[in-house]
C-alpha cells in the first residue's frame, strides 16, 4: 500500500506574492495541482497536503480533488512538516513524500522509487547529479558507494560541498519505520529545523542500505522559489508539451513562441501559428488552422474549422468547416453549426448560428439564434439589454439583416425576410418581406446654402 505525502507549508517569501507558493501557476494551473496529478496516476490510497501558510486559500484551490490534509501552523523544517502527516499513514504502507513546488515530477519515476521498498530497504531516496549542486543537501557516500547521510548545504564541510549528487527531496520510506525515525529527529543544526533528511543516517545506523535512483530529467526534479525560477520552468515545460503536440503530428509554426495552459487534444493536420495560447480544455479537431496571436479558453473546433489571426474564444462549440476571424471575439455559450462564418471584429455571446450563416464585420450578436444561411449586415447589433434584462433575438433561416441595423430584444425576424439597412428593429418581422425602420430619405428642393454676409 502506498499514501504520498505532499510537503506544501511553506510561504515562499522569494515569491512576494499573497499567494501561497504552491499556488502560483505553471501551465495555467497551481504547482500543487501539478504533483496531485501525478499522485492520481500513482497506486495510492490516500495523498496528504501538509500546508500551513495560507492553507484556507491552499484547500480551496484544491476544493474537487479527493486529498486529505494536515496543518503545520509553524514551518519548523521538513521533518516537522511530515510528522503533522503521520497520524494518517499506516504502519504496514510506503509514505512517498512529495513536495508542493516541485510540480514536474513524473510517475514512471516515482513507480521506480517506490519499487526500491522491501523488507530490508525500508528507506530510498531520488537523487540527482548536478554540475552545480549549490544549496542541495548532498549524498555522502562511503569508498564501497554505500550511502551514509545526507548533509544539508549550509551544515557541509568544504570537502562535503564538492559533493555533486544531490538530494532532490523526493523519498519513499516504510511507514513503522518513518514514524520511528521522525519521531527522533532534533533540530541541532545550522538552520535550527527538523530535517527530514536526517532520517537517512538515522536508517544507516539501523543497519540498512540505502537505496537511490536517479531522476531522468532534471526539469523533474526542479523546485521553484522565486519568479525567475517560476518562468524558465514554465518555458521548460511548454517545450515539453510543445514536443508532445508535434509528435501527434500537429504543425506548430515556432516552437518557442506558443502556450499550452491546460489539456489539448488534436486531430491530423492541426496547424499552429505564433503566439497562440490554449488553455483549459481544448479540443480540436482534424485540418483545424490557428492564426497568430489567437487566444482559446475551453473551445471545441471541429473538422476543418480556420481561426484567422488575433481572434479570442472562449466557452465556445465551433462547427465544421466554420470560419472565424481575423479580429473575432466568441464568447461563453456560442455554438456554430458547418461552414457559418464569423468575420473581423464580431462579437458573439450565447448565440447560437446555423448552418452557412455570415456574420462578417463589424457585429454584435449576443443572447441569439441566428438560422440557417441567414446573413447579417456589418455593423448590425442586438440590443439584448434593456439595463435591467437580457432579452433573445431570434433571426429566421434564410434572413438578410442590412447593415447597421439595430435589433431591439426580443424580437424575432422573419425567415427569408430582409431587412433595410439601418433600421431599429423593435418588432417582429414578418417572413419573405422587406422591413424598413428609419426615416424616409428626402430632398429638399427650395434648399439653398447660406451665403456671407
Ligand atoms: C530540502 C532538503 C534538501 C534538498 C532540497 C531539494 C531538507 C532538510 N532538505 O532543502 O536536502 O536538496 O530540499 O529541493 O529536507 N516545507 C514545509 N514545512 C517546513 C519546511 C518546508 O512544508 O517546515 C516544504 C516547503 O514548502 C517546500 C519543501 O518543504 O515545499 C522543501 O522545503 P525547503 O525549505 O525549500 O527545503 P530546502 O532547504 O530547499
Ligand atoms: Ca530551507
Not at 24 to 29: A, D, F, T
Not at 84 to 90: C, G, H, K, N, W
Not at 110 to 115: A, D, Y
Request: aromatic letters at 4%; hydrophobic letters at 40%; proline letters at 3%.
Amino acid at each position: 500500500m502506498l499514501s504520498a505525502i505532499i510537503l506544501a507549508a511553506g510561504k515562499g517569501t522569494r515569491m512576494r506574492s499573497v499567494l501561497p507558493k504552491v499556488l502560483q501557476p505553471l501551465g495555467g494551473r497551481p504547482l500543487l495541482h501539478h504533483v496531485i496529478q501525478t499522485t492520481q496516476r500513482l497506486a495510492v490510497r490516500q495523498a496528504v497536503v501538509v500546508a500551513g501558510f495560507g492553507i484556507d486559500a491552499v484547500k480551496s484551490a484544491c476544493a474537487d480533488m479527493s486529498l486529505q490534509w494536515a496543518e503545520q501552523a509553524q514551518q519548523l523544517g521538513t521533518g516537522h512538516a511530515v510528522a503533522q502527516a503521520l497520524t494518517q499513514i499506516r504502519d504496514d504502507e510506503t509514505a512517498l513524500i512529495l513536495y508542493g513546488d516541485v510540480p514536474l515530477i513524473q510517475a514512471d519515476t516515482l513507480n521506480r522509487l517506490t519499487g526500491l521498498i522491501d523488507a530490508e530497504h525500508p528507506l530510498a531516496l531520488l537523487t540527482l547529479q548536478l554540475a552545480k549542486p549549490t544549496g542541495y543537501g548532498r549524498i555522502v557516500r562511503n569508498k564501497a558507494h554505500k550511502m551514509l547521510s545526507i548533509v544539508e548545504e549550509k551544515d557541509a564541510t568544504e570537502a562535503q560541498k564538492l559533493i555533486t549528487e544531490v538530494n532532490t527531496g523526493i523519498m519513499a520510506v516504510q511507514g513503522h519505520h518513518l514514524k520511528q525515525w521522525i519521531g527522533k529527529l532534533t533540530n541541532h543544526n545550522a538552520q535550527g529545523e527538523y530535517y527530514l533528511t536526517d532520517i537517512v543516517g538515522m536508517a544507516v545506523q539501523d543497519g540498512f542500505t540505502i537505496r537511490s535512483t536517479e531522476a531522468e530529467n532534471e526539469i523533474e526534479v526542479l523546485g521553484v522559489n522565486d519568479k525567475a525560477q517560476l518562468a524558465s520552468l514554465e518555458r521548460m515545460y511548454q517545450q515539453v508539451q510543445v514536443n508532445a503536440l508535434m509528435q501527434a503530428g500537429v504543425t506548430i509554426l515556432d516552437p518557442s513562441r506558443i502556450d499550452i495552459r491546460g489539456d489539448v487534444s488534436v486531430g491530423m493536420d492541426v496547424s499552429l501559428d505564433i503566439n497562440v495560447v490554449l488553455s483549459g480544455n481544448v479540443v480540436l479537431g482534424n485540418q483545424v488552422t490557428i492564426g497568430a496571436g489567437c487566444v482559446l479558453h475551453n473551445v471545441q473546433l471541429a473538422d476543418g474549422v480556420k481561426v484567422a489571426p488575433y481572434s479570442v474564444l472562449e466557452d465556445c462549440i465551433i462547427g465544421n468547416d466554420s470560419k472565424v476571424g481575423p479580429f473575432a471575439r466568441i464568447r461563453p455559450g456560442t455554438v456554430t453549426q458547418d461552414h457559418a462564418h464569423i468575420g473581423n471584429f464580431v462579437e458573439l455571446k450565447n448565440a447560437q448560428v446555423a448552418s452557412g450563416a455570415k456574420i462578417n464585420h463589424l457585429s454584435y450578436v449576443g443572447d441569439a439564434t441566428v438560422g440557417a444561411k441567414a446573413n447579417i449586415g456589418a455593423g448590425t447589433i442586438t440590443c439584448n439589454y434593456d439595463g435591467v434584462n437580457k432579452h433573445r433575438t431570434v433571426i429566421g433561416e434564410g434572413a438578410f439583416v442590412g447593415s447597421n441595423s439595430a435589433l431591439v430584444a426580443p424580437v424575432s425576424i422573419g425567415a427569408g425576410a430582409t431587412i433595410g439597412a439601418g433600421s431599429v428593429i423593435t418588432k417582429d418581422t414578418p417572413d419573405a418581406k422587406l422591413t424598413l425602420a428609419r426615416a424616409k430619405q428626402v430632398t429638399i428642393e427650395t434648399w439653398q446654402r447660406p451665403v456671407k454676409k
